[in-house]
């Protein structure tokens, strides 16, 4: 039990000055490739909004530019660390907005893993927010501040919905061990107990999972299954890099790893 917890803190004290980087740049891998898909596929993401909702040409093209700036502008942001929590409100609308204009609202694996995006977000919005709060080293404080640390429940709590799109309901040995590993450890996260080294591990499980499942570089470009196979990629990426703020911002005020500091 002290071992494994030992890992975590090894790995922690290794990567402590970029992972917080690499965690920022997979959660908004998704907004960024979807928002370099809008200019190239310029055309087709147009004519499917005109038909789908009558809505005409002009707004139409307003739909798509908004995509393409509020996504790629949000990414940019993000990275140069200006105007974070704009950015993240922003990047709320346009998962909101795709929502339902690609009505995601009727599709539950879509919803969820949506959700679970919003979710990496709002994790996000925490660390920004402790960022501020680190401006004023030396000021005495009352504690963690209460939005933050629900921030990053809510945040964790989300992102564990991606997780239960990867459930198989199958009868066979392998799905049913998958399942059983996997829903304690997004338990564990949830209720931020062993957090970070119960995210790390879900981390190197779902990056396997991508890797071998959402492999869309195997597929011919002009075949449609290249592109879904393409998105699910990119969004199953910024649930890692959502993960990957869990093991390095820990878990939050609101788990049962801080409340066994207290008992």
């Known amino acids: 039990d002290w071992s494994r917890d ?17 965690a920022r740049l997979c959660l908004i891998s998704t907004f960024l490739e979807d928002g370099i898909r809008m200019w190239f596929q310029w055309n087709e993401q147009r004519d499917y909004i005109e038909a789908t909702w009558s809505c005409g040409y002009f707004l139409a093209t307003c739909f798509v530019l908004l995509n393409l700036l509020g996504q790629l502008g949000g990414c940019v942001l993000i990275l140069s660390r200006n105007f974070v929590q704009y950015a993240c409100f922003g990047l709320f609308g346009i998962i909101a907005l795709q929502t339902v204009a690609y009505s995601i609202l009727w599709d539950l694996k879509f919803l969820m893993r949506n959700m679970a995006l919003g979710g990496g977000l709002l994790l996000l919005l925490a660390e920004s927010r402790s960022e501020g709060k680190s401006m004023f080293a030396g000021v005495p404080s009352m504690g963690e501040s209460s939005p933050k640390q629900y921030m990053q429940l809510g945040g964790r709590v989300l992102l564990v919905l991606m997780f239960m799109t990867l459930l198989h309901f199958d009868s066979s040995f392998f799905s049913i061990l998958q399942n059983m590993v996997g829903t304690a450890l997004i338990i564990l996260v949830a209720i931020g107990f062993k957090t970070k080294l119960a995210a790390l591990t879900l981390v190197v499980w779902l990056m396997a999972i991508n890797v071998y499942f959402n492999a869309f570089w195997t597929v011919p470009a002009y075949k449609p299954m290249h592109d879904f196979l393409k998105y699910d990629f990119f969004q199953t990426t910024s649930v890692v890099g959502g993960l990957l703020l869990v093991v390095a911002l820990g878990p939050g005020g609101v788990s049962m790893d801080e409340k066994k500091k207290e008992w």
């Open 6 to 22: 030992l890992v975590a803190s090894r790995f922690l004290r290794v990567t402590k000055q970029y992972l917080p980087h690499v």
